[in-house]
């Protein structure tokens, strides 16, 4: 089992949500822990995840979830509604990067993700949700290659790689197709050519005959 499907069926479906998107990450920058809060259970992996109730009118979340070293369990950390982020900064505009930030409405966290390409399917997934269900007060994208807010997604381009292989594999074949005709065009002719010159000579050879 995939690591977002054991975090929709651990904390998500219990509560009547949806998993729409979860990254792996780190932070970026170290969380002063007072004195007394230290001894904790150990090291452990960080998770930020995207829902969305089941119920109408639908409601959208991050959520923090951690899973402890040697545990198989997930424990839900923070969670804000979609509508307390204020901008998403995907640190740089033009290379594939695993930074990001969330800004919040009372705070920020700087974040790395597993990888950049998590990363990025995550704040597409992050820019078509807030599109689809904030109405006004939208949050700001910056820094975000282009490619993960417009037209021109992931997805899309995936899409387009394979409409693109059949358009060539149908053209190939159609192609093909254009010379076998040709091959049977010129068969037939050849065919009739010889047909009409048996035809001949055995007329000719009726009257050498007679």
């Avoid at 059949?166 to 159609?174: R, Y």
Wanted: overall charge positive.
């Amino acid at each position: 089992m995939s690591a977002k499907s054991a975090l929709n069926k651990a904390i998500f479906i219990p509560n009547d949500e949806r998993l729409l998107a979860a990254v792996q990450v780190k932070r970026r920058t170290k969380k002063k822990i007072p004195f007394l809060a230290t001894g904790g259970p150990g090291d452990y992996t960080t998770f930020i995840c995207l829902s969305v109730t089941n119920k109408k009118p639908a409601q959208v979340f991050l959520t923090k979830v951690k899973q402890f070293e040697g545990s198989s369990s997930f424990v839900r950390r923070s969670q804000w509604s979609i509508s307390q982020l204020r901008q998403v900064n995907g640190i740089d505009s033009v290379r594939d990067c695993p930074e990001f930030d969330l800004i919040f409405e009372n705070g920020s966290d700087q974040w790395t993700a597993g990888s950049a390409g998590e990363k990025c399917v995550f704040v597409q997934v992050l820019h078509h949700t807030c599109q689809r269900f904030i109405p006004e007060r939208k949050p700001e994208f910056i820094n975000c290659p282009s490619k993960l807010l417009g037209g021109n997604s992931i997805l899309h381009e995936a899409a387009d790689s394979v409409s693109s292989a059949v358009q060539k594999a149908s053209q190939a074949l159609n192609e093909r197709g254009e010379r076998l005709g040709r091959v049977e065009e010129k068969t037939g002719e050849m065919m009739n050519s010889a047909q009409h010159f048996a035809d001949t000579a055995h007329k000719l050879a009726m009257k050498h005959k007679c």
